[in-house]
């Protein structure tokens, strides 16, 4: 079988390498430049011909630096003759741009996703979009995987008595729902709406959450404003504490201070799509570099990957095999 390649852009090495580690290769070597004019250019240090690549980078802030530089990188192995080249991008920030909610909006998602496929990407390879129509809007396979399972697995070893699982908002009760299946326990959900990027308002509480520890389950946090206003309504419906927990954990802004202190959060769980905040030594957070490489794995092998979109926990997961056990 051809040999597989990773890359890594700027702004998560340590997935990349965390990824590789699984897979029992290394990193292979890029280097990004910055021109006085500010112009990026990417250049590939290892050989793609008739390899398969693989280029991590998910699209964290500076967002469109990131960006770039994954459209370069993918230029770069398509310039250098790669065999297939997929685009593993553990957080696709622009999927929050899904809809025409207003006149004369740009669809974002959309427009990226074409510029992927423009720039050279055969496969993309994501987790937990913020809206799953996203799917739709690439022109190339797409695999979504889950973090649902390792997030589950955290709360497995933890005390669940009189616990609920609550989504911030119905869009996400199906994930939330998921979620509790794997734990046993019941769900709950916020009637959430969005006044501006960071600030929203919650009216109620769809289920019972009197006397209850909540484990609030959300895709992504940003500001944590949507957090915080969900965690004042469990209060005043009555629930005594709540873990967060999500996928990608961006934590921008006043977001640390924010769930740092708040005296209803017993522990903020998320997961290293993104790099985590380096002044928040108390935050739990669970890799998901093995079903990363697990999903390499199988591409690469031609084999379905399926078991991984369903929340399957890692731990009971079918054995990871290294790339290089395959027999061509």
């Keep these: 079988m051809r040999d597989v390649v990773v890359f890594s852009g700027s702004a998560h090495h340590g997935l990349a390498e ?3 580690a699984e897979l029992g290769i290394e990193v292979s070597q890029a280097s990004i430049t910055r021109f006085s004019n500010d112009c990026l250019q990417a250049q590939l240090l290892a050989n793609c011909r008739q390899r398969d690549v693989y280029i991590v980078q998910p699209l964290v802030p500076p967002t469109q630096d990131s960006l770039m ?7 770069a192995a398509r310039g250098a003759s790669a065999a297939q080249i997929t ?3 553990p957080h696709y920030a622009y999927a929050r741009s899904d809809k025409k909610d207003a006149s004369r909006i740009s669809l974002g998602g959309r427009l990226v996703a074409d510029m992927l496929a423009t720039a050279g990407a055969h496969r993309v390879l994501t987790m937990t979009l913020h809206a799953p129509q996203v799917h739709g809007f690439f022109s190339v396979p797409v ?17 669940l008595t009189d616990s609920i699982v609550v989504s911030p908002d119905l869009g996400n009760a199906k994930d939330a729902t998921q979620f ?6 019941p769900v709950a959900a916020g009637s959430k709406r969005r006044l ?3 600030r929203v308002e919650i ?5 019972d959450v009197t006397g209850k520890r909540a484990i609030v389950l959300d895709d992504e946090i940003a500001t944590g404003g949507s957090i915080v206003e969900l965690l004042d309504k469990l209060k005043e419906f009555g629930c005594t504490e709540a873990a967060v927990a999500c996928t990608h954990g961006l934590f921008a802004g006043a977001a640390v201070e924010r769930l740092r202190t708040h005296p209803m959060i017993s522990q903020v769980v998320t997961t290293d799509t993104v790099p985590a905040p380096r002044d928040w030594p108390e935050l739990q957070v669970r890799s998901v570099a093995g079903l990363f490489a697990e999903a390499i794995s199988r591409i690469h092998a031609g084999e379905s990957i399926s078991s991984l979109f369903d929340g399957v926990d890692p731990t ?10 395959t027999v061509s």
């Design 143 to 159: 695999d979504h995987l889950t973090a649902l399972g390792v997030l589950a697995d955290h709360f497995r070893g933890t005390d």
């Design 18 to 20: 965390r990824i590789c």
């Design 316 to 325: 009971y997961a079918p054995p990871q095999r290294s790339l290089f056990d």
């Design 196 to 198: 501006s990027d960071d």
């Design 69 to 75: 530089e994954l459209l370069l990188m993918i230029d």
């Design 203 to 207: 009216d109620s509480i769809v289920g």
């Design 180 to 185: 509790a299946r794997l734990l046993g326990l």
């Design 87 to 89: 685009a593993v991008i």
